[in-house]
């Protein structure tokens, strides 16, 4: 296990396009996480998995995002309807699970254009 | 909820000098502090971290403190090094397992 992948690496979209990212954790990490990261700004949290559970999800996502993770291994991110305001990096991550906060592995991450 | 505030946005440091970054956050039950570092381009990656029930905690050139009583944590770094150069993140996680992230710190080592 090389750590967490993500693909694709970049993906340029025409607005009003949907688009889909795929992240593969670390297959021990029950925890899985996506977060969007603009130039010059900390990761913002998308949303957080349990297994295959959705535990948490940020307010400020639209209902124009949503993501997946089925079996509880890997996990899928949609962005429906794409506006240039989604233009970013998208990241993955994964911690293992217990009572303990973990820190994170993070992906790669997906760099989104919307044009 | 959680709000983590980081000083300095930029840090410009000699090689060889020490940096050092604070964070302060506002939650209380907040019990986990990471610290990432993000070079151009590449994933943030998780570099030191200290929990609750510790002050302080050392590995190597860096260290990171933590006073609970006024909620803030700090990162420093010694004998800076040209590849030390990079955005460096705090943040803070409670029982949500999610940590809030600080705004980042350019740290720019001049050899």
């Known amino acids: 296990d090389t750590g967490v992948s993500q693909d694709p690496r970049h993906k340029i979209t025409k607005r009003g396009q949907n688009v889909t990212f795929r992240c593969d954790p670390i297959s021990e990490h029950n925890r899985l996480y996506w977060y969007r990261q603009t130039l010059g700004q900390g990761p913002e949290f998308l949303t957080y998995?349990?297994?295959?559970?959705?535990?948490?999800k940020s307010r400020l996502l639209s209902d124009r995002f949503s993501a997946e993770r089925p079996k509880g291994s890997f996990s899928t991110l949609e962005i429906q309807r794409t506006e240039q305001g989604d233009s970013a990096m998208y990241l993955c991550?994964?911690?293992?699970?217990?009572?303990?906060?973990?820190?994170?592995?993070f992906g790669s991450g997906t760099r989104l254009t919307v044009v | 909820g959680e709000n983590v505030e980081q000083h300095p946005s930029t840090l410009s440091v000699q090689e060889g000098d020490s940096a050092v970054i604070k964070c302060t956050y506002s939650?209380?039950?907040?019990?986990?502090f990471p610290w990432y570092k993000q070079e151009l381009g590449k994933r943030p990656q998780l570099i030191i971290d200290i929990r609750s029930n510790v002050g302080e905690k050392k590995d190597q050139r860096i260290a990171v403190t933590l006073n609970k009583t006024a909620k803030h944590f700090s990162l420093h770094i010694t004998e800076t090094q040209p590849e030390d150069s990079a955005v460096y993140f705090c943040a803070a996680q409670g029982g949500s397992y999610i940590p809030t992230f600080g705004r980042g710190t350019s740290l720019i080592v001049h050899p």
């Open positions: 991550a994964s911690s293992p699970s217990g009572t303990l906060n973990y820190g994170y592995t």
């Open positions: 998995f349990q297994n295959e559970a959705q535990l948490e």
């Open positions: 939650d209380s039950a907040s019990n986990y």
